[in-house]
């Protein structure tokens, strides 16, 4: 029997659950079920953060964290309940939850079946080095930025992450699907009296984030912004970066991208695959496997990724599915099916925005007048079917005139359609960067934009 | 738990610590939500877990673990050391924390009915007719309703003495209509939007909201907002009910009085605030009409609590007195810096996170109108109610909010519905616009405040009122 102390005994370095402990604790629990069918899933993570603010650590924190959550099924009943502990005692109590909440649920006609067992592609996202990073070696390394910044007479403040996590699921139809990977994140803001300038990187080795080279970009950017100018609200050609980008993104994924918000006519798709919704040209995909992403080779069901194409050359093509909504669609899952009990449906994770030529010096060079975004922030949907969302930009707005950067701006509050912006896109660049988000894991691989006619609605004080 | 506390706390001072405390959380959770009168998610969480903080060299560590052992707890103890002084070698000045008197209590939420000795099949029965009353409405799409529950029994335990047992029990109910036609899609929800009202109650709570009975209405306002006019583009009065108040006040004073992000911990990521301290009692924040106390002491709040996750007991205290800006959500380490001792403000999501500066129950104190005489009082502007959209920026000033449903008012008389309805402003001078403030008085609760790295979600409340503000601009976001 798997016991709590082998699970907490991973070795620096190593996966918090290795596959034979997964498959263990999957087993007893799977085994412990009295319900015609189980499903389970685990979840273990290790994550370590240095915070610092000030130019000082300020946070410094370390968790493990599991969850095994255990689905009972009884003809076309269902219930669902998880646990952090994972002694025998708990498998059993777990189990036996979950068998009655499904007892005293209403009969579901529209349940799907269990996954069947399929082989996921290979997808390597462990690294170990990341795994390992001590507290000493973040500590060092986010002080260099700190060092850097105060003998700047700047003021730093950001996190470095570092994460080791193991995911696995098994259903007594004799699905068993284990995946390890890494996660690694350094996010800086440096603030000068009256600017700021921010950086933000994911990668799963945390050796490949450069902390002091971003460092040293946010710095640029703090000391460029400084004595901010002011531009009137109204439409402007914008560079977005990869990070503002993303925020816009993503959203397409919450908004319809994914099959329940379209069967339920909530989504911008619904009523329009097949048709243009955005600008020619415009590629969305989803892809775990594109080597830039940080995504997984299965779904919380257990079913395989697969690459889907939701938008190509601007039509909507295609949307995410889950085993409920592939049933209700009479399709094959995709393999997009988020965590128990999924009240979201089935979601994009690894969206891929396609790529363009220029470099974002080009983008910046071949604009007479408009705005640099370094980022947008406090992002929110304002109209869902016209995928009209309002932020505001932040830590790193720029005046370009005549191809260069004029100067620093006050911080603009926008109104725009995501599905609009992707029309009015003049140019895409080269270089495309992950971003995963931490309240949901999800991740969207996009480059900088050059965008026309992009709606600022109000200014802020600073 | 004591045992595993004390395992901890001995290991944190034998490794160096001058300070530690160790939180020991079991909770439970329950998910009802029922689509179209079928049960869409029935699901059941059980936690348990432990997390140590450690202060050495005047620097934090933090380490927590879900195996609740004693080995654990010497392990996390002694790594929440090791990386305390991992953060000593980057520390300018040493963390210094405002006294406490160290408590021996134990607090409860009160309840009438226990949540979660409520049949399961009581609660799908619910829902199933509340979907049911909603589905009846031609047009509707989806007929959404949700029950939520949470039970959370926490040991704190500090160096300095404390040993501090709570059980906070939290509920949750409420319904959603989608309503299509053609290219538009309306929803309207019950009692308020994000899946209802939330409180520190029992199925008390439930019961008085009344579910089934507000189905009806709620369905039809959903499917008239479809053929509703656009909220026009203009600067107008503007009367605020309740529910949108209690987030105007959440974004607009609970988090910019958050002095934990006043000194710039939150800079990279939740952000900063306006109101720095040399605004301290010398800001009109807003007009004399405006009176915001955070107190954790209110019934049924969702930052009522006996004592913070620093053991410092629950406090009522004043952030706007008479439009003045006046006072600050506080912690041990913050307070100091300000010749103050800690308000009790410091919450953590669970054992896994670090307590941080967190709203408690952040409240406009109710004014003296009723919400029919206001109208009556008001010559033309707009009615809104009901949060759908919500943005603002680092620093808590320039914001834009959307409602639900909006109501002109037309010669004191509330009029026609309204759709996309809108404002924006910048928070100083929209509070400075507000010149009355009802009586019609809720404590609401907001489930999902996220702030923190690693990010935290907290639950907590504002008690909020009518309230009506002069020359707001509306209808932004849809114009040209």
């Excluded at chain 1, 990187?201 to 004595?227: F, M, N, P, Y």
């Excluded at chain 2, 610590?17 to 009168?37: G, I, P």
């Excluded at chain 2, 959603?176 to 899946?195: E, H, K, M, N, V």
């Excluded at chain 2, 049924?300 to 620093?310: M, N």
């Amino acid at each position: 029997m798997s016991t709590p102390a082998t699970a907490g005994a991973a070795a620096l370095g190593a996966a918090p659950l290795t596959r034979e402990d997964a498959r263990g604790l999957l087993s007893e629990a799977l085994a412990m079920s009295a319900a015609e069918h189980t499903a389970a899933v685990l979840e273990a993570r290790d994550q370590s953060l240095t915070r610092f603010a000030n130019n000082e650590i300020h946070q410094n924190v370390t968790s493990r964290r599991q969850t095994l959550t255990v689905q009972a099924i009884v003809g076309r009943r269902s219930g669902i309940a998880s646990t952090t502990r994972f002694d025998s005692s708990a498998l059993r109590q777990v189990a036996d939850r979950a068998l009655a909440l499904a007892r005293l649920s209403p009969e579901d006609d529209r349940m799907p079946t269990l996954a069947p067992p399929a082989e996921p592609k290979a997808l390597a996202g462990f690294v170990p080095a990341t795994a390992a990073c001590t507290p000493e070696e973040r500590a060092a390394a986010v002080g260099a930025v700190m060092q850097a910044a105060r003998a700047r007479d700047l003021t730093s403040a950001g996190a470095l992450t570092t994460a080791a996590s193991a995911l696995a699921v098994a259903n007594t139809l004799g699905v068993f699907a284990y995946h390890p990977d890494t996660y690694a994140n350094f996010t800086c803001t440096v603030r000068a009296q009256d600017a700021s300038g921010w950086v933000d990187r994911h990668r799963r080795d945390w050796r490949a984030l450069d902390v002091l080279g971003l460092g040293t970009t946010a710095i640029r950017k703090a000391e460029g912004s400084r004595a901010p100018g002011e531009v009137p609200p109204g439409r402007y050609t914008v560079v977005l970066e990869p990070a503002a980008v993303a925020e816009l993104v993503a959203f397409l994924a919450w908004l319809g991208l994914g099959a329940q918000s379209e069967q339920e006519g909530r989504s911008f798709l619904s009523g329009r695959m097949g048709e243009r919704i955005t600008g020619a040209g415009v590629t969305v995909v989803d892809d775990a496997f594109d080597p830039r992403s940080l995504g997984r080779p299965f779904d919380y069901e257990g079913t395989p990724r697969r690459r889907v194409s939701l938008i190509e050359d601007g039509v909507a093509r295609a949307v995410v599915h889950d085993r409920r909504t592939a049933r209700a669609a009479g399709v094959e899952s995709t393999g997009h099916a988020t965590a128990p009990p999924a009240v979201e449906g089935p979601l994009p994770y690894d969206l891929v925005l396609g790529t363009g030529t220029a470099s974002l010096e080009e983008l910046i060079a071949s604009t007479a007048r408009g705005i640099l975004v370094t980022r947008f922030w406090y992002n929110r949907v304002v109209d869902a079917r016209r995928t009209l969302i309002t932020g505001m930009t932040r830590d790193g707005t720029f005046l370009i005139e005549d191809g260069r950067i004029a100067g620093g701006l006050r911080n603009l509050r926008f109104n725009e359609s995501v599905l609009e912006v992707l029309s009015r896109t003049e140019a895409a660049g080269r270089d495309a960067e992950p971003t995963q988000f931490d309240y949901s894991g999800n991740c969207v691989v996009v480059p900088a934009l050059k965008v026309r006619e992009f709606q600022f609605t109000g200014v802020t004080r600073y | 738990m004591q045992e595993l506390a004390d395992r901890a706390l001995n290991a944190a001072q034998l490794e160096g610590a001058t300070y530690a405390d160790v939180r020991v959380v079991e909770s439970r959770s329950q998910l009802v939500e029922v689509k179209d009168r079928r049960a869409t998610a029935l699901m059941e969480d059980q936690g348990l877990g432990f997390g140590v903080r450690a202060l050495v060299d005047g620097a934090w560590g933090f380490a927590a673990s879900a195996h609740p052992d004693a080995a654990e707890a010497e392990r996390c103890a002694a790594l929440a050391c090791r990386i305390a002084r991992a953060s000593a070698r980057f520390r300018l000045q040493p963390i210094a924390l405002s006294p406490v008197a160290p408590a021996r209590a134990t607090y409860q939420t009160p309840i009438v009915r226990d949540p979660f000795e409520v049949p399961l099949a009581d609660k799908i029965d619910l829902l199933v007719r509340a979907t049911g009353a909603m589905q009846g409405e031609r047009g509707i799409a989806v007929a959404q309703g949700s029950l939520r529950f949470w039970d959370e029994r926490k040991l704190f335990a500090s160096s300095e003495g404390a040993r501090i047992e709570q059980r906070i029990v939290h509920s949750g109910a409420g319904l959603c209509a989608y309503a299509r036609g053609g290219d538009d899609l309306q929803w309207r929800s019950y009692p308020t939007s994000f899946g209802g009202q939330y409180e520190a109650a029992g199925w008390e709570l439930v019961e008085r909201l009344d579910l089934v009975a507000h189905a009806p209405e709620t369905a039809a306002t959903a499917v008239a907002l479809l053929s509703a006019p656009q909220c026009p583009a203009l600067a107008t009065t503007v009367i605020l009910d309740g529910a949108q108040m209690s987030l105007q006040i959440h974004e607009s004073c609970g988090h910019p009085t958050e002095l934990d992000r006043v000194l710039g911990h939150e800079a990279n990521y939740a952000g900063m605030s306006f109101l720095t301290t040399d605004q301290l009692h010398t800001l009109r924040y807003g007009s004399p009409v405006v009176n915001l106390v955070a107190d954790a002491t209110a019934p049924r709040g969702l930052g009522t609590f006996g004592f913070d996750d620093e053991g410092v007991p629950a406090q009522k205290v004043d952030l706007v007195r008479e439009g003045r800006f006046v006072g600050y959500l506080t912690s041990r380490e913050t307070a100091p810096l300000l010749g103050l001792a800690s308000n009790g403000t410091m919450r953590a999501e669970s054992w896994a996170h670090i307590p941080l500066i967190r709203m408690t129950n952040i409240n406009l104190e109710p004014g003296p109108w009723t919400l029919a005489a206001l109208i009556a009082d008001t010559d033309d502007g707009i009615l809104m109610a009901t949060n759908r959209s919500w943005s603002i920026d680092d620093r808590r000033y320039n914001f834009q909010f959307g409602t639900e449903a909006g109501w002109e008012i037309k010669r004191g008389k509330r009029g026609r519905l309204l759709k996309n309805c809108t404002y924006t402003g910048i928070t100083p001078q929209f509070w400075n616009q507000c010149d009355a403030v009802c009586d019609d008085w809720e404590i609401w609760g907001t489930p999902n405040c996220g702030k923190g790295q690693p990010s935290q979600s907290m639950r907590t409340a504002q008690g909020a009122a009518s309230a009506r503000f002069r020359g707001i601009q509306v209808g932004v976001g849809y114009g040209a």
